[in-house]
C-alpha cells in the first residue's frame, strides 16, 4: 500500500496555507510533520482524511479498496474527542465498533488501559482519559491509514508509551500513520515533511 | 486561471451591455406608463386607484421570476460550479426582495379603499409574504456565514430547497385561502382583463424585467470588484 | 443498517440521558399554553375556537427550539467527522438522526399535545384526529428541521436564523394540519392524505438536503 501526495496545496479562504508538497508512504512507514503553527498541519491531514479538497496537486492511495477514497480508509484523530459525555466508556466504544465496522472492544481498552474504567461516564474522565477513549478507535477498528493530529497532546509518560507502543504495532502489521506532532512521539519516524519555511 | 478569465470577459460584455439595456428600460417605462396611467380607463368599481394595480401585479411577477432566477444560477452553480453563478445568485436576492416588498406594499395601498383595512390575508398577498420571508433567509445565510465559500454553498442549498417549496407552499396557502373565504378580489385571470388594460401591464411586466437585468448587472459588477478586491488585499498580506 | 441502527439507538440513549430533550420541550410546550390565556383572555369559547391552531403553534415552536440538537453536539465534538469520513452514506445518517429526533421529541410531543388541548377547553371529539394530523405531520416537522439544522450548524446566531429558514417551509404541514382538525368533514380525509404526501417528499429530499449542507461545513 502507498499513500503519496503530488504537488499538493491547500488555500483556506483565498489565503494559500502551503503549497507543492510531495511525498510518498509505503506499508509500515511513519510521516511525522512538523512546522509552526499555521503551517498548515491541521490541513494537510484533513486533506488526507479526505476533509477538503487540495487547491492543487493530488493524493493518491495504491493497493487500497479501489472503490473507497484514503479518508474511508483511515482513522483521523482530531484535537476533539469524538466521544460524549453521557454515555459510558465501553458504551461510546460499542457506538464507535458498530458504526465503522469494528472489532474487538476488550482488546481497545486494554491497548489504552481504560479496561478498569468500563463503566464510568466519559463525563467522569480527565482530559488526558478522554484522549486515550480517542486514541482507542485505532485499536478498535481496523484501519490501514492512521492520520493523528497531536496524539500525545494531555497525554502523561505512560500514556504516551502506550501510544507508542499502539503505533508500533501498527506499523509492524504494514499500516501507515501520518502524525502532526510538535513534541517527540518516541519512535523514530520513516520520513519528515516540514511545512511552513525553513526548520 | 479560468476564475479570472471568465468574470473578466463578463465585465467587459456587462460594461457595453448597460447602456442599451437602460435605454430600453426607460422606453418601456414611457410606454408602459403611458399606457396605465393616461390611455387606461378607471375601473368602475374601483376608480382611479385601480391603476396601483400597475404597480403591484409585475412586481409581484419579478419577485417570482427573480427568485427562480436566483435558484437556477445556484443549480448551475452546483452542477457547472461556474464561478460567476453564486455571484449571480447572492446579487439577485436583494433586488428580488425589494421587488416582493414592493409587491406587498401597495397590495396593502390596495387594500384600504378595496376592503377597508390596510391588510388582508388574501391568499396571494399571503404567498407573497412567505416568498418574502425566504428571500430574507436566503440573504441572512450570505450574511450569517463569513468565509465566502461556504456561505456559497450553503447558500445554493437554501436557494433550492425553498425553490421546491414555493409550489407546495403556494397551494397550500391557496387551500387555506378557500376554506376560511372564497374567491380573492385581486384575481388577476388574463382572460377576463380588457385589452386596454391589459397591454400597459406586459409593458411594464417587461419594463420591470429590463430594470432587474440592469440591476443585476450593476450589482454583479460591483460584486465582482468586492472580491477582486478582497483577494488583492489578502494576496498582499500573505507578503507581508 | 447495522449501523444506522447503531446510531439511531446512540442518539435515543442521549436524548433521553442528557437534559433538552423531550422533557425541556414539553416544559416549552407547558410554558406557551400557560402564556396563551394570559395573553388572550380566559374566555372558554374564545379558547375553545383559538386551541387548534394554538396547540399546531406551539408543536411547530417546539420541534423548531430542539433542531439544533439533532447535529450540532456531535459537531462540536468531532463525531461528525468521523461520520462524513466513514464510508456510510451521509444522506442516510442524516435521515437516521432526523428520525431519532422524531422519536425523541416530535413524536411524544405530537401525541402529548392533543390532550395538554384540554387546558384550552379542545373539544373532545377534535383530539383523536388532532393526534393523527399531529402525528404524521411532526415527522415532516422533524425531517425539515433536520435541514436547517445541517444549515445553521456552525453559526453563532443559528438559533434565530434557523427559524426563518425552517419556519416558511412549515406552512403547509400548518394548513393541511389545521384542516384536518377544523375542516369540514368531507376535506378532513384529503388533508390527512396531502400531509402523508408531504411527509414522504420531505423523509426523500430532507435527507439530501442536509447531507449536501453538512457537506459544506465539514469538507
Given at each position: 500500500m502507498q499513500l503519496s501526495a503530488e504537488n499538493l496545496a491547500c488555500e483556506r479562504g483565498g489565503r494559500t496555507v502551503f503549497s507543492n508538497q510531495n511525498f510518498t508512504l509505503g506499508s509500515g512507514e511513519l510521516l511525522q510533520l512538523t512546522g509552526p503553527n499555521g503551517s498548515g498541519k491541521s490541513s494537510l491531514l484533513r486533506l488526507l482524511a479526505s476533509l477538503g479538497e487540495p487547491s492543487h496537486g493530488r493524493i493518491s492511495l495504491a493497493g487500497g479498496a479501489p472503490d473507497m477514497?484514503?479518508?474511508?480508509?483511515?482513522?483521523?484523530?482530531?484535537?476533539?474527542?469524538?466521544?460524549?459525555?453521557?454515555?459510558?466508556?465501553?458504551?461510546?466504544l460499542i457506538f464507535w465498533r458498530d458504526f465503522l465496522g469494528g472489532g474487538d472492544l476488550m482488546r481497545a481498552m486494554q491497548a489504552v488501559n481504560l479496561a478498569a474504567l468500563a463503566d464510568y461516564p466519559a463525563a467522569l474522565l480527565s482530559a488526558g482519559q478522554r484522549r486515550r477513549l480517542a486514541l482507542a478507535r485505532l485499536a478498535l477498528v481496523p484501519r490501514a491509514i492512521w492520520l493523528l493530529d497531536e496524539p500525545?497532546?494531555?497525554?502523561?509518560?505512560?500514556?504516551?508509551?502506550?501510544?507508542?507502543?499502539?503505533?508500533?504495532?501498527?506499523?509492524?502489521?504494514?499500516?501507515?500513520?501520518?502524525?502532526?506532532?510538535?513534541?517527540?512521539?518516541?519512535?523514530?519516524?520513516?520520513?519528515?515533511?516540514?511545512?511552513?519555511?525553513?526548520? | 486561471?479560468?476564475?479570472?478569465?471568465?468574470?473578466?470577459?463578463?465585465?467587459?460584455?456587462?460594461?457595453?451591455?448597460?447602456?442599451?439595456?437602460?435605454?430600453?428600460?426607460?422606453?418601456?417605462?414611457?410606454?408602459?406608463?403611458?399606457?396605465?396611467?393616461?390611455?387606461?380607463?378607471?375601473?368602475?368599481?374601483?376608480?382611479?386607484?385601480?391603476?396601483?394595480?400597475?404597480?403591484?401585479?409585475?412586481?409581484?411577477?419579478?419577485?417570482?421570476?427573480?427568485?427562480?432566477?436566483?435558484?437556477?444560477?445556484?443549480?448551475?452553480?452546483?452542477?457547472?460550479?461556474?464561478?460567476l453563478a453564486d455571484v449571480a445568485a447572492k446579487t439577485a436576492a436583494p433586488i428580488g426582495a425589494v421587488f416582493c416588498f414592493l409587491a406587498l406594499a401597495t397590495g396593502s395601498l390596495w387594500g384600504k379603499p378595496m376592503w377597508g383595512a390596510w391588510w388582508v390575508w388574501d391568499a396571494r398577498l399571503t404567498s407573497m409574504f412567505v416568498l418574502f420571508l425566504l428571500y430574507v433567509g436566503y440573504i441572512a445565510i450570505w450574511q450569517a456565514i463569513?468565509?465566502?465559500?461556504?456561505?456559497?454553498?450553503?447558500?445554493?442549498?437554501?436557494?433550492?430547497?425553498?425553490?421546491?417549496?414555493?409550489?407546495?407552499?403556494?397551494?397550500?396557502?391557496?387551500?387555506?385561502?378557500?376554506?376560511?373565504?372564497?374567491?380573492?378580489v385581486l384575481r388577476m385571470d388574463g382572460s377576463t382583463i380588457d385589452w386596454s388594460i391589459r397591454w400597459p401591464l406586459l409593458v411594464l411586466g417587461l419594463a420591470y424585467s429590463f430594470l432587474f437585468l440592469a440591476l443585476h448587472l450593476m450589482s454583479m459588477r460591483?460584486?465582482?470588484?468586492?472580491?477582486?478586491?478582497?483577494?488583492?488585499q489578502i494576496a498582499r498580506s500573505g507578503e507581508a | 443498517m447495522k449501523l444506522l441502527l447503531a446510531l439511531l439507538r446512540r442518539d435515543l440513549i442521549l436524548a433521553a440521558r442528557q437534559g433538552g430533550g423531550v422533557g425541556t420541550a414539553l416544559g416549552f410546550f407547558l410554558t406557551v399554553l400557560v402564556l396563551l390565556p394570559i395573553g388572550i383572555g380566559p374566555d372558554q369559547v374564545t379558547l375553545q375556537r383559538l386551541a387548534p391552531g394554538i396547540l399546531w403553534i406551539t408543536l411547530l415552536?417546539?420541534?423548531?427550539?430542539?433542531?439544533?440538537?439533532?447535529?450540532?453536539?456531535?459537531?462540536?465534538?468531532?463525531?461528525?467527522?468521523?461520520?462524513?469520513?466513514?464510508?456510510?452514506?451521509?444522506?442516510?445518517?442524516?435521515?437516521?438522526?432526523?428520525?431519532?429526533?422524531?422519536?425523541s421529541t416530535s413524536l411524544p410531543l405530537s401525541i402529548a399535545a392533543p390532550f395538554l388541548g384540554i387546558l384550552l377547553?379542545?373539544?373532545?371529539?377534535?383530539?383523536?384526529?388532532?393526534?393523527?394530523?399531529?402525528?404524521?405531520?411532526?415527522?415532516?416537522?422533524?425531517?425539515?428541521?433536520?435541514?436547517?439544522?445541517?444549515?445553521?450548524?456552525?453559526?453563532?446566531?443559528?438559533?434565530?436564523?434557523?427559524?426563518?429558514?425552517?419556519?416558511?417551509?412549515?406552512?403547509?404541514?400548518?394548513?393541511?394540519?389545521?384542516?384536518?382538525t377544523t375542516g369540514n368533514p368531507e376535506v378532513i380525509a384529503p388533508s390527512l392524505l396531502i400531509l402523508a404526501a408531504i411527509t414522504l417528499a420531505s423523509l426523500v429530499l430532507a435527507p439530501i438536503a442536509a447531507a449536501a449542507a453538512l457537506r459544506a461545513y465539514l469538507k
Open positions: 477514497n484514503p479518508g474511508q480508509q483511515a482513522h483521523y484523530i482530531a484535537h476533539s474527542d469524538a466521544s460524549k459525555s453521557a454515555l459510558t466508556v465501553t458504551e461510546n500525545s497532546v494531555g497525554l502523561d509518560e505512560s500514556a504516551q508509551k502506550l501510544l507508542a507502543a499502539l503505533m508500533n504495532g501498527h506499523l509492524r502489521e504494514g499500516g501507515l500513520i501520518v502524525a502532526a506532532t510538535h513534541v517527540p512521539l518516541g519512535l523514530n519516524p520513516d520520513k519528515n515533511l516540514h511545512l511552513g519555511g525553513t526548520p | 486561471m479560468q476564475q479570472f478569465a471568465n468574470p473578466t470577459r463578463f465585465l467587459s460584455l456587462a460594461n457595453r451591455a448597460l447602456p442599451t439595456i437602460w435605454v430600453v428600460t426607460i422606453i418601456l417605462f414611457a410606454i408602459g406608463l403611458y399606457g396605465a396611467l393616461v390611455s387606461a380607463p378607471p375601473d368602475y368599481q374601483q376608480g382611479e386607484t385601480v391603476r396601483i394595480m400597475f404597480v403591484h401585479v409585475p412586481a409581484a411577477w419579478l419577485a417570482m421570476l427573480v427568485y427562480t432566477v436566483m435558484a437556477l444560477a445556484s443549480a448551475v452553480a452546483i452542477i457547472f460550479r461556474h464561478p463569513e468565509e465566502p465559500t461556504r456561505a456559497a454553498m450553503i447558500a445554493r442549498i437554501v436557494a433550492l430547497v425553498g425553490f421546491v417549496n414555493i409550489p407546495i407552499i403556494k397551494f397550500s396557502v391557496d387551500w387555506w385561502n378557500t376554506l376560511h373565504q372564497p374567491a380573492s460591483s460584486e465582482i470588484a468586492t472580491r477582486k478586491l478582497r483577494n488583492l | 415552536l417546539s420541534v423548531l427550539l430542539s433542531a439544533d440538537r439533532i447535529f450540532q453536539q456531535d459537531f462540536e465534538d468531532g463525531s461528525l467527522e468521523i461520520m462524513v469520513m466513514a464510508p456510510a452514506s451521509l444522506e442516510l445518517v442524516a435521515l437516521t438522526k432526523a428520525i431519532a429526533h422524531w422519536l377547553n379542545l373539544r373532545t371529539e377534535i383530539i383523536w384526529p388532532l393526534t393523527l394530523a399531529m402525528v404524521l405531520g411532526s415527522s415532516a416537522l422533524s425531517l425539515l428541521a433536520s435541514i436547517g439544522a445541517s444549515l445553521t450548524l456552525n453559526l453563532r446566531r443559528g438559533g434565530l436564523l434557523i427559524s426563518i429558514l425552517v419556519l416558511p417551509l412549515y406552512v403547509p404541514v400548518l394548513v393541511f394540519g389545521m384542516s384536518a
